[in-house]
């Protein structure tokens, strides 16, 4: 066994274990832009998602996850890297990172933070839908903000989204 990649796999095992102890994802939101809960029943994992958005960027998230470890620390990840980006940079990083999952390689120029620790996820295709809980919940909670300016949504059967609350996108005034 090669000593560096093992000890590589120690350092990303305590970082999935710390974002699964002690997520990130602040407080709930007094008016969110978005609320909704995503349930992945393969595994057991759910997720509720609360999204402040503000001049089309997120301004505050606040997530309570509970599940396995993978789809914590996915979650917790999630809140920590999309806080301040564009609705578009977020789902930017999101395709990315399912790529990711599903086989492909890192793309340079972004930053992943801490989510290359859950790289190892791709050996296992059923903890896959663990690791994107979080991510297939954010996209489907900006499409349903936002309709017809997202694109195509990656909709996943085995994934249940559902939407509590959502204050549609106003146009600006020309």
């Avoid at 990649?5 to 120690?10: E, F, H, I, K, P």
């Avoid at 402040?52 to 599940?67: A, C, S």
């Avoid at 489907?140 to 939407?163: H, K, T, W």
Wanted: aromatic share 4%; charged share 30%.
């Amino acid at each position: 066994m090669n000593p560096t990649m093992s000890g590589l796999d120690d350092l990303y095992r305590e970082v999935i274990l710390d974002h699964y102890r002690n997520p990130c994802g602040g407080d709930s939101l007094e008016n969110p832009t978005i609320e909704v809960e995503g349930h992945n029943p393969l595994c057991g994992d759910d997720l509720r998602m609360q999204i402040e958005i503000e001049d089309g960027r997120i301004k505050k998230l606040h997530i309570e996850p509970e599940g396995c470890s993978i789809s914590v620390a996915s979650a917790s990840m999630l809140a920590k890297q999309i806080e301040g980006l564009t609705m578009e940079e977020a789902l930017e990083l999101k395709a990315a990172f399912q790529r990711v999952l599903k086989g492909g390689d890192w793309p340079e120029g972004i930053d992943f933070g801490d989510l290359e620790a859950l790289e190892g996820v791709r050996q296992f295709p059923v903890r896959i839908k663990c690791a994107l809980l979080a991510w297939m919940t954010l996209e489907q909670a900006l499409a349903q903000y936002c309709p017809g300016a997202i694109g195509m949504v990656d909709e996943d059967r085995d994934i249940e989204i559902r939407a509590h609350k959502v204050q549609q996108k106003t146009e600006e005034p020309a």
